[in-house]
Structure formats: C-alpha cells, structure tokens
C-alpha cells in the first residue's frame, strides 16, 4: 500500500459488510476540513487488518527527516497566525519531550516511537499522524485533534486530553491515570455509510482515567481495564464493553444506552445505582459481577 496516497491510511471498523463488503475508505484529511473521500479500496482481508501490507521496518515508517534542533527552529518560526506545519514529515524516533508544541500541525506525520514526555501538544493537529509506541507520558493534549490517528500501544501515562476530539486506533495503549475529561472520542456519524470511523482502545490500560463528562459513544474498549476509572456523566452510548474490567469504577450520571457488557466483570462499583439507562445495555445476563 502507498502510504502517501490520500496522505494516509484510515482504520474503518464496524463498517456494513451488506453494503459495503470488504471496503476501507482513504481520507485526505479530516472530515472537518470538507474534503470528499478518496476511491475506496476494496479488499475484505485489508478491511481486517489496516496495516496488514504496511511495512512498519521500512525508512518511511522508522526514520527522522529532521533532528530536534531543527524542530525547535521551526518551533521559533512559527506564529500563531501560521503554526508550525510538519504535515506528512518523518520524525520517527525523535526524542521531542519537553517541546512546546501547541497548535502545530502534524497531519499525516510519522511519530513512531518519538518521545514526546512532558510535551505540550495544545490544540495541535495530528489528523491522521503515525505515532506506534509513541511516548506522550505526562504530555498535555488539551483540545487537540486525532482523528484517524494510528497509536498502538503509545504510552499516555498521566496525559492530559481533555477536551480533545479524538478518533484513533489506541489498541493496547497505556493511559493510565490520564484525563481525557470532556473529551471527545465518539464514532464519527457522518461516514456511516462507509463505515465507522471511531476510537478503539482494546485491551489498553485505562486504570484511574478521568474520563468525567467525556463522550465514548460507540468507542471499541473490548478486554480494557478500566479499574478505578471515573466516568461521572460520561456516555458510554453503544460502546463495546465486551471483557472489559470494571473494577472499582465510578458511574454516576453515566449514559449506558445500548452499551454491550457481554463479560465484562462489575466490581465493587461506585454510583452506579445513579447511573442511566442502564436497564438498556446489551447482554446484561452475560455481565459477570463479582462480590466483594
């Protein structure tokens, strides 16, 4: 697959397989900047797997283009007029931590393995950006966007996303302790026909997330650990909650609306008896609760 075609691949999941066999839309850019989408690539085997033909070993997926001076001095140049832009630029395996990065543009960037620990990333764009076993631990990504972000088990231990919109591909990532209050991280509606593009967080670490206030309408958090998180007025409208640990979590005021709870473990909860709608989640005879 041509990585640059389209500027970058996006993940599509719980797409129609009746209208849609098999097809894996390419986006220019965000949907919020208007662009109509790519041809479509029709492959049922590539639909599973986005990164299937991906070489991720090869020097556009794992090089630097740049060096950190030369990220600062672009950083120096920029003002907030004309941000500084570093769309589509290799940046793989740098170590940025610390940088203020606020409000720059990184779409369709490749970050994979850069070190960005402590780093301010408010407001910036990383549409589409490349950042597989990142390391934002402790960074601050207040109303940033990442929408159609690849972020495999990146590491956001402590980071701040509140208020960001996201829509990435977060399987096994670490958020511990992190925030994402406020956040935005349903499943883009507007692409329906095409699929859903929206946040998945399978098998990640989400213990002590501060997720209050925060919209996780049809989000992927199949076999996540959630122990200890608090969802206070969070939505969890249609999330797939399959095997997810539900330890210690608080609930108060939280949306469960068609949510999916098939095995998921429910321990000593905080608030749910203030929770709503949760007499219509899916497969609540399926839910294991465990007494403490």
Request: with cysteine.
């Given at each position: 697959?041509?990585?640059?075609?389209?500027?970058?691949?996006?993940?599509?999941?719980?797409?129609?397989?009746?209208?849609?066999?098999?097809?894996?839309?390419?986006?220019?850019?965000?949907?919020?900047?208007?662009?109509?989408?790519?041809?479509?690539?029709?492959?049922?085997?590539?639909?599973?797997?986005?990164?299937?033909?991906?070489?991720?070993?090869?020097?556009?997926?794992?090089?630097?283009?740049?060096?950190?001076?030369?990220?600062?001095?672009?950083?120096?140049?920029?003002?907030?007029?004309?941000?500084?832009?570093?769309?589509?630029?290799?940046?793989?395996?740098?170590?940025?931590s610390g940088l203020d990065l606020s409000g720059a543009v990184f779409r369709a960037a490749r970050l994979n393995k850069t070190k960005l620990v402590g780093a301010k990333l408010d407001l910036a764009v990383l549409d589409q950006a490349w950042l597989l076993e990142a390391d934002l631990?402790?960074?601050?990504?207040?109303?940033?966007?990442?929408?159609?972000?690849?972020?495999?088990?990146?590491?956001?231990?402590?980071?701040?996303?509140?208020?960001?919109?996201?829509?990435?591909?977060?399987?096994?990532?670490?958020?511990?302790?992190?925030?994402?209050?406020?956040?935005?991280?349903?499943?883009?509606?507007?692409?329906?026909?095409?699929?859903?593009?929206?946040?998945?967080?399978?098998?990640?670490?989400?213990?002590?997330?501060?997720?209050?206030?925060?919209?996780?309408?049809?989000?992927?958090?199949?076999?996540?650990?959630?122990?200890?998180?608090?969802?206070?007025?969070?939505?969890?409208?249609?999330?797939?909650?399959?095997?997810?640990?539900?330890?210690?979590?608080?609930?108060?005021?939280?949306?469960?609306?068609?949510?999916?709870?098939?095995?998921?473990?429910?321990?000593?909860?905080?608030?749910?008896?203030?929770?709503?709608?949760?007499?219509?989640?899916?497969?609540?005879?399926?839910?294991?609760?465990?007494?403490?």
């Open positions: 697959m041509d990585l640059d075609h389209c500027n970058s691949v996006v993940k599509l999941l719980g797409f129609d397989l009746g209208e849609n066999p098999g097809r894996v839309t390419l986006y220019p850019m965000s949907p919020e900047a208007g662009s109509p989408p790519c041809r479509s690539v029709a492959a049922a085997a590539l639909a599973q797997d986005m990164m299937r033909d991906v070489d991720l070993s090869s020097p556009d997926m794992v090089s630097a283009e740049m060096t950190r001076a030369e990220v600062e001095a672009a950083l120096a140049a920029a003002t907030v007029a004309a941000p500084a832009d570093f769309t589509r630029k290799r940046l793989s395996g740098l170590d940025l631990t402790g960074a601050s990504l207040k109303g940033a966007n990442l929408f159609a972000s690849q972020m495999l088990r990146a590491r956001l231990d402590g980071a701040d996303l509140s208020h960001a919109r996201v829509a990435a591909d977060l399987t096994g990532a670490s958020l511990v302790g992190a925030s994402i209050a406020g956040a935005n991280l349903s499943a883009d509606m507007r692409n329906q026909s095409m699929g859903l593009i929206r946040t998945v967080l399978k098998s990640a670490n989400l213990e002590r997330l501060n997720a209050r206030g925060a919209d996780l309408s049809r989000v992927d958090l199949e076999f996540a650990s959630l122990k200890g998180a608090d969802l206070t007025d969070a939505s969890l409208k249609g999330a797939q909650l399959a095997g997810t640990d539900l330890t210690r979590v608080t609930f108060v005021g939280t949306d469960f609306d068609g949510a999916d709870l098939a095995s998921a473990r429910l321990s000593a909860p905080v608030g749910l008896d203030r929770a709503k709608n949760f007499d219509k989640v899916k497969n609540r005879d399926r839910l294991i609760t465990i007494r403490e």
